[in-house]
């Protein structure tokens, strides 16, 4: 099991996050990450677009999602955009409930209240209850519930599965952290 776990924490950050030798090549792996996210989300929610262009900000992720029986880890890198300056995140998730598989995600948080855009910048905590089931490899595959957007407190949320198969009922925590690039070790 310690094994199983050590293997998903080295894929989480191989796979979740911005590469590159220096803080400038990481911002721009990021942007380029969060740019084809949000093109792949505009492309199955509709209103994505409307949301983000009403925004007073809005926060693009895209990283990995690891299930394991009663254990759920993930990670990745986020571009989080108001007034025009570009702000860099890494985001960290832990959760618990039934799960098997792997999946690399891209969600959108658009922000509609500045209450909810100063508690994310301030505390950077989300969480939420979620069930599903998707496999998706290209553009082949079915999902069931993969593809969700919700609205609470001012901040709508939109979620794809980009590729990867699982199968989940958890309830998981995101922590949102600033970064520059400059410690990061990928």
């Given at each position: 099991?310690?094994?199983?776990?050590?293997?998903?924490?080295?894929?989480?950050?191989?796979?979740?996050?911005?590469?590159?030798?220096?803080?400038?090549?990481?911002?721009?792996?990021?942007?380029?990450?969060?740019?084809?996210?949000?093109?792949?989300?505009?492309?199955?929610?509709?209103?994505?677009?409307?949301?983000?262009?009403?925004?007073?900000?809005?926060?693009?992720?895209?990283?990995?999602?690891?299930?394991?029986?009663?254990?759920?880890?993930?990670?990745?890198?986020?571009?989080?955009?108001?007034?025009?300056?570009?702000?860099?995140?890494?985001?960290?998730?832990?959760?618990?409930?039934?799960?098997?598989?792997?999946?690399?995600?891209?969600?959108?948080?658009?922000?509609?209240?500045?209450?909810?855009?100063?508690?994310?910048?301030?505390?950077?905590?989300?969480?939420?209850?979620?069930?599903?089931?998707?496999?998706?490899?290209?553009?082949?595959g079915g999902q069931v519930a993969a593809n969700t957007s919700y609205d609470v407190?001012?901040?709508?949320?939109?979620?794809?599965?980009?590729?990867?198969?699982?199968?989940?009922?958890?309830?998981?925590?995101?922590?949102?952290?600033?970064?520059?690039?400059?410690?990061?070790?990928?």
């Open positions: 099991m310690k094994l199983m776990t050590t293997v998903l924490g080295l894929m989480v950050l191989l796979l979740g996050c911005a590469t590159g030798s220096s803080p400038e090549e990481k911002k721009a792996n990021a942007n380029k990450e969060t740019a084809a996210a949000l093109q792949n989300i505009y492309q199955e929610h509709a209103e994505a677009r409307r949301a983000v262009s009403a925004s007073l900000g809005y926060l693009v992720c895209t990283g990995n999602d690891n299930y394991l029986f009663a254990a759920s880890t993930g990670g990745g890198v986020c571009t989080f955009r108001s007034k025009g300056v570009v702000e860099y995140y890494r985001f960290a998730t832990l959760g618990a409930g039934l799960g098997l598989g792997f999946k690399k995600v891209a969600f959108l948080y658009t922000f509609h209240d500045a209450k909810a855009m100063k508690r994310f910048r301030e505390e950077g905590w989300d969480a939420g209850a979620r069930a599903e089931a998707s496999a998706r490899y290209e553009e082949d407190g001012g901040v709508k949320v939109f979620q794809v599965a980009l590729w990867g198969a699982a199968a989940q009922a958890t309830v998981q925590g995101y922590k949102f952290w600033a970064t520059d690039f400059t410690s990061d070790v990928m």
